[in-house]
T-cell receptor, first 114, second 111 residues
Framework: DTGVSQNPRHKITKRGQNVTFRCDPI?????LYWYRQTLGQGPEFLTY????????KSRLLSDRFSAERPKGSFSTLEIQRTEQGDSAMYLC????????????FGEGSWLTVV | QKEVEQDPGPLSVPEGAIVSLNCTYS??????FMWYRQYSRKGPELLMY????GNKEDGRFTAQVDKSSKYISLFIRDSQPSDSATYLC???????????FGTGTRLTIIP
């Protein structure tokens, strides 16, 4: 499978714990995006990278959230001191860049904070 | 008011019918328009991609964009039960930039 890969697919954590999600984009895709989706809503943009540079962060991304893409390949999204309101599906997507504008999503990582 | 409005449904139609899904938007800077299909607890799957105004056809799917009215549509011909899913419209001002999504329309095709 050469699509966008996300791990873990499901995570249940206690309030106050830290969680980290990993995303492996489609090979040679320069752009990588993180979105959050709650039940009955469309995905909401969180942040995106061009190679290793983080180009934009949404106001939704509080100080407890941090994303990295250290070598311009895979990315991690860490949530510190989780709250129940963080329960959602976290989606990663990637795009080739360089004139091709299609954006492909992974299967998502479900987070439940109890 | 949201930048992208989409009727959440649910929408139920009999198998074989033509389905029409729509979104309206307020940001005149949007130039790139996409439709995604999302099955329950799965990630969105790209169906159609359109730049600026016009029509695009791919098999049973047709996407239409009317920038003058800020209105986009997705038509599904000869609908199948396997088309039952949530359909999300998404758009952006610049290619490869962040997408703004509608809330999604939940569609059920009745055999």
């Amino acid at each position: 499978d050469t699509g966008v890969s996300q791990n873990p697919r499901h995570k249940i954590t206690k309030r106050g714990q830290n969680v980290t999600f990993r995303c492996d984009p489609i090979s040679e895709h320069n752009r990588l995006y993180w979105y959050r989706q709650t039940l009955g809503q469309g995905p909401e943009f969180l942040t995106y990278f061009q190679n290793e540079a983080q180009l934009e962060k949404s106001r939704l991304l509080s100080d407890r959230f941090s994303a990295e893409r250290p070598k311009g390949s895979f990315s991690t999204l860490e949530i510190q001191r989780t709250e129940q309101g963080d329960s959602a599906m976290y989606l990663c997507a990637s795009s080739p860049g360089q004139g091709e504008n299609t954006i492909y999503f992974g299967e998502g990582s479900w987070l439940t904070v109890v | 008011q949201k930048e992208v409005e989409q009727d959440p449904g649910p929408l139920s139609v009999p198998e074989g019918a033509i389905v029409s899904l729509n979104c309206t938007y307020s940001n005149s800077a949007f130039q790139y328009f996409m439709w995604y299909r999302q099955y329950s607890r799965k990630g969105p799957e790209l169906l159609m991609y359109t730049y600026s105004s016009g029509n695009k056809e791919d098999g049973r799917f047709t996407a239409q964009v009317d920038k003058s009215s800020k209105y986009i549509s997705l038509f599904i011909r000869d609908s199948q039960p396997s088309d039952s899913a949530t359909y999300l419209c998404a758009m952006s001002a610049f290619g490869n930039e962040k997408l703004t999504f509608g809330t999604g329309t939940r569609l059920t095709i009745i055999p």
